[in-house]
Nanobody, 124 residues
Framework: QVQLVESGGGLVQAGDSLRLSCAASGRTFSKNTMAWFRQAPGKAREFAAA????????YYADYVKGRFAISRDVAKNTLYLQLNSLQPEDAAVYYCAATRRVGVITGPDEYEYWGQGTQVTVSS
């Protein structure tokens, strides 16, 4: 089992930035790929960014390229998502996820472990 705990969400104004964190514990060797998803009310959960924990390579959804940045701190077993130039349409619950799989993995069904989510609200 891998336990994931997100933090860092909040209420910001359009154009502001936030940094989300995801602390991993448990069988952390199972987290070969980690990712951030988001889900707005009434919408499906959508992929935002992923990172290969071993080599640090990253992959982004087209809608976040240039605005969001995923990174990790291996010593702290923590995944981050830097959100820049936030817009009201970015408002959602942001979830951290982990999987043993390796590669470009964008489907939520491919991730075995999930955090509880952290709310991001953006006012215009």
């Amino acid at each position: 089992q891998v336990q994931l705990v997100e933090s860092g969400g909040g209420l910001v104004q359009a154009g502001d930035s936030l940094r989300l964190s995801c602390a991993a514990s448990g069988r952390t060797f199972s987290k070969n790929t980690m990712a951030w998803f988001r889900q707005a009310p009434g919408k499906a959960r959508e992929f935002a960014a992923a990172l290969n924990w071993i080599v640090g390579s990253t992959y982004y959804a087209d809608y976040v390229k240039g605005r969001f940045a995923i990174s990790r701190d291996v010593a702290k077993n923590t995944l981050y998502l830097q959100l820049n130039s936030l817009q009201p349409e970015d408002a959602a619950v942001y979830y951290c996820a982990a999987t043993r799989r390796v590669g470009v993995i964008t489907g939520p069904d491919e991730y075995e472990y999930w955090g509880q989510g952290t709310q991001v609200t953006v006012s215009s």
